[in-house]
């Protein structure tokens, strides 16, 4: 093993640590929404801080990020997120919206959810439709706060890779130029979070992802939660 991957290794495994450890802290108490919703805002806050100390760096450096409000090429991408962020993302946006914006969405959710359902995994994820929850016409996320950790850690350098990627969805050579280390640390953090819930009696837990647009629409069913912790498939697996 190299020196770069011993580094990676050790890099993967202490983030890994402390997304299970976060989230043992709340499961510890019960596994009951509550504390399941209260593991998660700590989980985003977590990986927020840790982006927001690496692009400050990065932009000392002279490589800032191109990612800025009004920008939304990456918002036009199938997104997958795990059940407990489905819920809390579903959890968010029936509280915040009243009923006219809320069914807006739902249709929005409804049209995207008929187009990316009936996809197989390869054409899903070259699969490009704004999100439902992305603004019409202020071009920013609508439920911000809410969203998905493959959302937060999807960071690029250069706005034009972006937009390239999105007028060529089967063009496989062309990548937006996204920042290694976000990426790296947040999926092992939610990796670490998901080997926390699955401990114990949570082990016949359902945490196959979703897509965002069928997966909050799910997830906005009263019974979901409860059928979800009880093991049953209450997400279609991809």
Not at 7 to 13: A, G, I, L, S, V
Not at 15 to 34: A, H, M, R
Not at 61 to 83: D, I, M, R, Y
Not at 114 to 122: A, G, M, R
Request: hydrophobic letters at 35%; charged letters at 25%; one cysteine or more.
């Amino acid at each position: 093993m190299t020196e770069q991957d011993q580094y990676w290794q050790q890099f993967d495994e202490s983030f890994f640590k402390d997304g299970y450890q976060l989230c043992d802290v709340y499961l510890s108490l019960g596994f009951t929404k509550e504390n399941l919703f209260a593991a998660q805002k700590q989980l985003y806050k977590n990986i927020d801080e840790l982006i927001d100390t690496f692009l400050n760096r990065t932009s000392l450096e002279g490589n800032p990020t191109a990612c800025k409000k009004g920008c939304s090429f990456c918002c036009h991408q199938t997104v997958l997120a795990s059940p407990y962020e489905l819920f809390y993302l579903a959890d968010f946006i029936q509280n915040k919206f009243r009923k006219d914006p809320l069914n807006v969405i739902i249709e929005r959710a409804e049209n995207k959810k008929e187009n990316t359902s009936k996809l197989k995994l390869n054409k899903l994820l070259n699969h490009k439709q704004p999100c439902p929850l992305l603004h019409p016409s202020g071009g920013f996320c609508r439920a911000y706060q809410a969203r998905p950790m493959a959302c937060r850690i999807y960071l690029s350098s250069d706005v034009k890779s972006c937009k390239d990627d999105l007028e060529n969805p089967n063009d496989d050579t062309i990548f937006p130029k996204l920042y290694d280390m976000p990426l790296r640390a947040g999926r092992m953090m939610n990796e670490g979070f998901q080997a926390r819930i699955r401990k114990g009696r949570e082990t016949n837990l359902q945490i196959f992802e979703n897509t965002i647009e069928e997966g909050f629409l799910t997830a906005m069913n009263d019974k979901a939660f409860d059928k979800w912790l009880n093991g049953n498939n209450v997400f279609r697996k991809i």
